[in-house]
């Protein structure tokens, strides 16, 4: 697949009306998936911190997709990644985590991880075929109640050699 040149991701530094539309959808079709408590999403409040870097992906003036980085003391993970439905199969979710790794590689890390749900099986698969390899509950998720992470999967992928 050929990576669409129209495609611009552009820092985003506030909730703005496209990022609460972005985020709000993403929670809208998790919900449809996931109880309350097995949803893991930073809040918007949350997102615009001085250690998370979040994007938006734009074709022309339209939001496509939008997703961040949370950088840590040891690991940097992926934020409320998500593509709209009428824009996936486009190559925009490659374009939007290229860049998230390039900020994690920038920031100084290694390795980035995510946590996604079960039933998220494109998201998965997406990963997957991005060099994402399973692993173990990181970070808060190791020490949240194990009915909360039960359905939740998580995954690394090193940065060093790319």
């Known amino acids: 697949m050929s ?17 609460r539309a972005l985020v709000g959808e993403l ?3 998790l919900s449809a998936h996931y109880s309350v408590e097995q949803r893991h999403g930073l809040p918007l409040q949350a997102i615009f911190q001085p250690h998370v870097h979040f994007f938006v992906a734009r074709q022309g003036d339209v939001p496509m997709g939008c997703g961040g980085v949370a950088l840590f ?8 990644m998500y593509v709209r439905r009428s824009a996936r199969g486009r190559g925009i979710a490659e374009v939007i985590l290229e860049r998230i ?4 590689r920038t920031g100084g890390h290694s390795v980035l991880r ?3 749900g079960d039933r998220q099986l494109a998201a998965i698969r ?9 692993c173990s ?26």
């Open 3 to 19: 990576l669409p040149d129209t495609i611009a991701i552009e820092p985003v530094s506030a909730a703005t009306e496209e990022v």
């Open 27 to 29: 929670d809208e079709e």
């Open 73 to 80: 003391a040891d690991f940097a993970e992926v934020k409320r």
């Open 101 to 104: 790794e390039a900020e994690a």
């Open 114 to 116: 995510l946590e996604t």
């Open 126 to 134: 997406f990963y997957e075929r991005r060099g994402f390899r399973r």
């Open 137 to 162: 509950a990181f970070g808060v998720y190791a020490e949240m109640p194990p009915q909360a992470v039960a359905i939740s999967v998580f995954y690394e992928k090193s940065l060093a050699s790319l």
